[in-house]
């Protein structure tokens, strides 16, 4: 193989685990699974949150929800984003929870449960800050309210989306206590009540009246927050970038390989300055401009360097690791887009 990821399953199952374990008894683990599990292949990695306790999915859309229903036919999957108008009805068929945000989203989906002779379960989305889609919070309560009458659909879920939980605690607090004042005009004892991502959890009790969190980065090893996860409460990164050296050249006193991947493979134009992969162990800076299928890097460091030697861009090798954090600095992206940009045509490699 030219390129590839590695997904350490065993490592996905124990983050699952180690992250279920510090809840409080009887609060549900939301596993969020959107964008192929945020690249580390839905199928494979389902089964493996299952085990390590995942009580919930979360998805983008429609056609996500039908990849989970591949797999698991009885956990309830939440759809995090708006599902399009000619797309409602086929939440029945695939057994997936909305959030809805709007009354013309509360009536059609009454609508349809009518149609079908079904009580379909939504959950409730509040903006308490974000700017993105919800009910905006100072309306939210007469919202919830009025949809709490409806006949067809039941309010299984009040939830927000916390906008910088990663960068601003003093902001996030502010949003959590919007959505804890709203719920509390409500009787939410058979209702979810989530706010928490994987951010929040580090300085945000989960406490009534929240009772569900919200994981995507952390259960993929990943700390939202910018320090090292590895020996946290046993999380660790799952996903490895990896490639070959394809040549090498001698010039200048200095040694250069060209490496089986560029930006066709998710390596971007910008990695360059400041940027290292991992060859035989040590560090080698990249040098020179990425092209779309190969990139190179000064391997003057080391003794002896061959065609096919492995290349590290995230992952461990020897003593050294370059964590996805590293990587997504040097790549001018967030850890979030850096997992779900390595397209494709880069082969997946299980390690079960």
Known sequence: ???????????????????????????????????????????????????????????????????????????????????????????????????????????????????????????????????????????????????????????????????????????????????????????????????????????????PPFNAVRVGLLQYGINPRGYDTDGRGGIRQVLSFKARVAGVSQSGGHKTVSISAGYADGVPAGFSEGAYVLIRGKRCPIVGRVSLDECFADASALDEVRVGDEVVFIGEQGDEEIDLCDYSNWTHRIPWEAMVAIPKRVARVMIR
């Not at 509390?184 to 406490?207: G, R, Y």
């Open 1 to 207: 193989m030219r390129s590839w990821t590695e997904i350490n399953l065993r490592r996905l199952e124990d983050n699952a685990r180690a992250i279920k374990a510090r809840f409080p008894s009887g609060v549900k683990y939301i596993c969020v699974v959107k964008a192929d599990a945020y690249g580390h292949c839905m199928p494979q990695a389902l089964g493996r949150f299952l085990r390590g306790g995942a009580d919930m999915f979360a998805v983008a859309n429609l056609h996500e929800v039908s990849r989970v229903r591949e797999i698991i036919a009885d956990k309830p999957v939440l759809v995090l984003s708006p599902i399009l108008y000619d797309e409602r009805h086929l939440v029945f068929e695939y057994g997936a929870t909305p959030a809805i945000s709007t009354m013309e989203e509360a009536h059609h989906f009454d609508s349809l449960s009518a149609a079908v002779g079904k009580v379909l379960d939504v959950h409730i989305k509040v903006d308490t800050g974000m700017g993105r889609v919800g009910v905006w919070h100072e309306h939210a309560a007469e919202f919830i309210e009025r949809v709490l009458k409806f006949k067809n659909i039941r309010v299984a879920g009040i939830f927000s989306h916390l906008s910088s939980a990663d960068t601003d605690e003093q902001y996030t607090l502010r949003q959590v206590g919007i959505l804890r004042d709203i719920v509390s005009k409500f009787d939410t004892s058979d209702m979810l009540v989530h706010i928490h991502n994987s951010a929040a959890i580090d300085f945000v009790p989960v406490e």
